[in-house]
């Protein structure tokens, strides 16, 4: 017990009122920091050109309606290029989809909304892909496809790079007020 009486005075500051005279100032030796810059909008980066050993920037659309599923799915893939030595130029989520199921019993007209089902989207970009690697990699990909994930290829193309923005009427309409 007295011990705990000599440890809790020993911690309180006797002289409260007297000046410190700055010691124990240090924020001035940090160096300040410039302000933050407005981000810019995100522009496309320039797409290869397919040559006869490789192909040009490809997508690797994954989705399903387990996000867990489709996120860990996008990791493998992801994974499995940087062993393989592919290129992986981006990776990033498309915006999620949802679709209501609607149900109409039998005896009636009316309908109502049974179930929401979320689509969830992630794309892998690669570029310049080996085209005598991308059959193994393709099979790869199909044997280790998960149940409920849907799994495609294709070309890179503008209006993929597009439907990565969610788009917002009320904004463009105001735009197309002012620009009027």
């Given at each position: 017990?007295?011990?705990?009486l000599l440890?809790?005075?020993?911690?309180e500051?006797?002289?409260?009122?007297m000046?410190?005279?700055?010691?124990?100032?240090w924020?001035?030796?940090i160096?300040?920091?410039a302000?933050?810059k407005?981000?810019?909008?995100?522009?496309?980066?320039?797409?290869?050109?397919?040559?006869?050993?490789a192909?040009?920037?490809?997508?690797?659309?994954v989705?399903g309606?387990?996000?867990?599923?489709v996120?860990?799915?996008a990791q493998y893939?992801?994974?499995?290029?940087n062993?393989?030595g592919?290129k992986v130029?981006?990776?990033?989520?498309?915006?999620t989809?949802?679709?209501?199921v609607?149900l109409?019993?039998e005896?009636?007209?009316?309908m109502f909304?049974?179930?929401?089902?979320?689509?969830?989207?992630?794309?892998?970009?690669?570029s310049?892909?080996?085209?005598?690697?991308?059959?193994?990699f393709?099979?790869?990909?199909t044997?280790n496809?998960?149940?409920?994930?849907?799994l495609?290829?294709?070309?890179?193309t503008?209006a993929?790079?597009?439907a990565?923005?969610k788009?917002?009427?009320?904004?463009?309409?105001?735009?197309?007020?002012?620009s009027?």
């Open positions: 017990m007295f011990l705990l440890s809790a005075s020993e911690n500051r006797r002289y409260r009122s000046p410190t005279n700055g010691i124990g100032r924020r001035h030796l160096a300040k920091e302000p933050k407005k981000k810019d909008k995100q522009q496309m980066k320039a797409m290869l050109a397919e040559t006869d050993t192909y040009a920037t490809l997508n690797v659309n989705s309606y387990d996000m867990t599923l996120e860990h799915y893939i992801h994974n499995l290029c062993r393989l592919i130029a981006e990776s990033y989520a498309l915006p989809k949802s679709t209501e609607m109409m019993p005896q009636g007209t009316k909304v049974d179930s929401v089902l979320k689509t969830h989207w992630r794309v892998i970009q690669l310049s892909l080996d085209s005598a690697a991308c059959p193994v393709i099979d790869v990909l044997k496809q998960p149940e409920g994930v849907q495609s290829v294709k070309e890179h503008v993929d790079f597009q990565r923005f788009g917002r009427p009320d904004l463009e309409g105001l735009m197309a007020q002012i009027n």
